[in-house]
């Protein structure tokens, strides 16, 4: 079946522009989680979503990073008024019981 | 606050070589411990999980051990080949999402 999957694959936005990245989970996946990973380091914890709603929003930078899941399976991370340290690889990952699968991730460069 | 580390951060070996990497934490209340691998600029591919009551997981050529006393666990790879080459990441899980370390990059050489 098809893994989790991530659009778009590279974004390039200027300096204050809106931004959303879109995570298509593993269907039946009932946790959705979204990560940030700068140069060199490990994935960083953003938000996790259990069906429609989020359980963690910890990781969540400040009020310019948003994420939503509407109908408990797609789900948007949206970024606004993006600054050049918000470039990073944004991944998402889902799962079902334990383990957790990633997508290829959206490159995000802000210029 | 758990913090993972992973040592080395690179290694360099020749093919056919057996080989551990390792991983430690700081919080040993975890549920699971996760190993994973990424190629460069691409995301995470699941290797192994091993489960808090579990001791290690093993998938062909990979052996992934756990250690919650001590707060280790090991991936050993053997017979390593080039296509094996690539960062290898842990994460555990507590009651919240996965806490990385900054991963091992592997180069073997052929």
């Known amino acids: 079946g098809a893994g989790v999957s991530q659009t778009p694959s590279n974004k390039v936005t200027e300096k204050g522009k809106y931004v959303e990245l879109r995570c298509d989970p593993i269907s039946g996946h009932t946790a959705l989680y979204w990560y940030r990973q700068s140069l060199g380091q490990g994935p960083e914890f953003l938000i996790y979503?259990?069906?429609?709603?989020?359980?963690?929003d910890s990781g969540l930078p400040n009020d310019r990073f948003f994420a939503v899941r509407p109908e408990g399976s797609v789900s948007t991370l949206k970024i606004q008024r993006t600054e050049r340290g918000d470039s990073a690889m944004y991944l998402c990952?889902?799962?079902?019981?334990?383990?957790?699968?990633f997508g290829p991730g959206t490159r995000l460069t802000v210029l | 606050k758990q913090e993972v580390t992973q040592i080395p951060a690179a290694l360099s070996v020749p093919e056919g070589e057996n080989l551990v990497l390792n991983c430690s934490f700081t919080d040993s209340a975890i549920y699971n411990l996760q190993w994973f691998r990424q190629d460069p600029g691409k995301g995470l591919t699941s290797l192994l999980l091993i489960q808090s009551s579990q001791r290690e997981q093993t998938s062909g050529r990979l052996n992934a051990s756990l250690d919650k006393s001590s707060g280790r666990s090991t991936l050993y790879i053997a017979a390593s080949q080039p296509g094996d080459s690539a960062t290898y990441l842990c994460?555990?899980?507590?009651?919240?999402?996965?806490?990385f370390g900054k991963g091992t990059r592997l180069s073997v050489i052929a």
């Open positions: 990952a889902s799962s079902l019981d334990n383990e957790q699968f």
């Open positions: 994460a555990s899980s507590g009651n919240t999402p996965l806490v």
């Open positions: 979503f259990q069906g429609t709603g989020a359980a963690d």
